[in-house]
């Protein structure tokens, strides 16, 4: 379930966009009313809004926000005003650009999207990076790395609710042999995560443990911890069965005592806002007993805090 709130009555495209011309002008900028706005319209209202700016103005949106913003502030709002495909094209393209955890974010892009969001994630990054998403994140991995994300930048997953008893026992048994084994990197484990749809792999998962008396993330827990593939590993499945546990250790390790790693609470805030970051909130709480919206008001400041509260469905608004 999302958490942002969305008036019944708003003003038309054209007259936010005006709003927001005004934002701009004078001796500062008018943070505020930016966020009253932004923060409060679809993604289908932002869209429009960004039109009618373009229209009004003769410049994007997204250009003026540059101009006119700065830092956390700024990033939380351009990442919320692209379209959602945008949006997933650029965080793939910045993640091929630099090592630390970028992994981990090509991953959750590819398996926590439905198959026709990837597909317009691919499409946007043709037409913003003139290449393809898998030929960058191909070039920026290596090994089994490589061999894992490039197949599942690729997919096109069926997205109904059939499932096949019959091959998630066969797939079931494939899967804990290989775990036995050690070949994590198998090219079968790989198809089955890559190809198979959510609703077939949790049906492969609930009789591996049926069959095994373990969930199959336990399984994987209990070998090498500093294996970053295996890691890798264990989150696509997470991604794949229980995105919202993944989402909410991504935050735990984003909103901590040693400090706060905005780029992961950004991301994860602009893009779940409109799909499920009231269950990721429910589960968070749950898990480590303060509101997440509690939990980042402790560690941000100013208009960033105002606009991630605002997306938490937290203000005033």
């Known amino acids: 379930m999302a958490t942002i709130k969305v008036s019944s009555s708003i003003p038309s495209p054209s007259e936010d966009a005006e709003q927001l011309k005004s934002a701009f ?4 900028t008018n943070e505020d009313l930016i966020i009253s706005i932004l923060a409060h ?10 039109q009618a700016y373009h229209d009004s103005v003769g410049e994007d949106l997204l250009k003026s926000l540059e101009k006119e913003l700065t830092n956390d502030f700024e990033r939380s709002i351009l990442l919320w005003t692209l379209e959602g495909g945008e949006r997933d094209a650029l965080l793939v393209n910045e993640a091929t650009k630099r090592w630390t955890s970028s992994n981990q974010v090509i991953m959750e892009i590819a398996c926590t999207r ?6 317009h994630a691919r499409q946007a990054y043709h037409a913003r990076f003139k290449k393809s ?4 994140v191909a070039h920026h991995t290596t090994g089994d790395f490589r061999k894992l994300l490039v197949s599942l930048v690729s997919s096109y997953r069926y997205e109904g609710d059939e499932v096949n008893m019959t091959l998630a026992k066969q797939e079931a048994k ?6 036995k084994d050690k070949q994590y990197n198998d090219e079968d484990v790989i198809r089955i995560l890559s190809t198979r749809s959510k609703a077939q792999i949790n049906a492969t998962f609930n009789r591996y443990q049926d069959n095994h008396g373990e969930e199959i993330l ?16 264990r989150s696509t499945i997470q991604c794949l069965t229980r995105p919202e546990l993944y989402f909410v250790e991504v935050l735990r390790s984003a909103i901590n005592k040693t400090g706060t790693d905005e780029g992961a609470l950004t991301r994860i805030v602009t893009t779940r806002a409109e799909v499920d970051l009231k269950v990721i909130g429910e589960e968070f709480q749950r898990r480590n007993s303060i509101p997440l919206e509690k939990a980042i008001t402790k560690d941000t400041r100013g208009d960033y805090e105002k606009m991630l509260v605002a997306l938490l469905g937290e203000d005033d608004a």
């Open 25 to 28: 002008e004078g001796w500062g």
């Open 41 to 50: 319209r679809s993604a289908e209202q932002r869209k429009l809004i960004r």
């Open 114 to 119: 439905t198959s026709t969001q990837l597909l």
């Open 133 to 136: 998403m898998e030929e960058d």
């Open 174 to 179: 494939l899967i804990y042999e290989k775990i």
């Open 218 to 233: 336990k399984s994987l827990e209990e070998v090498d911890e500093d294996d970053k593939f295996l890691g890798l590993l």
